[in-house]
């Protein structure tokens, strides 16, 4: 889909103040990552593990049941053809 400068620009000037900033840092943001190029697995296995410690709320986040949801009950909800763990 193309889409119009004009209708961004447009867009964007019928936001509230604060809400342009938050427009631009996000198209700033995409331009941003539309320039990297993305790391393929081989590369990511080659770089050094991250041995850093969670912290305690990752670690609360880690272990609790909230959100959590079956691969069966996955496979139900969305209508999901493959099996799942």
């Not at 427009?23 to 990511?44: C, G, H, M, T």
């Not at 272990?63 to 009950?73: K, P, Q």
Request: glycine share 4%.
């Amino acid at each position: 889909m193309v889409v119009r400068k004009d209708d961004l620009y447009n867009l964007i000037e019928r936001l509230q103040e604060p809400d342009q900033k938050t427009a631009f840092d996000f198209l700033q943001y995409l331009v941003e990552r539309s320039n990297k190029k993305p790391l393929s697995w081989e590369e990511i296995d080659r770089l050094k593990p991250d041995d850093e410690p969670l912290s305690e709320e990752e670690l609360r986040q880690l272990n609790s049941d909230a959100g959590y949801v079956s691969g069966e009950a996955a496979k139900r909800e969305f209508g999901l053809q493959v099996d799942l763990p």
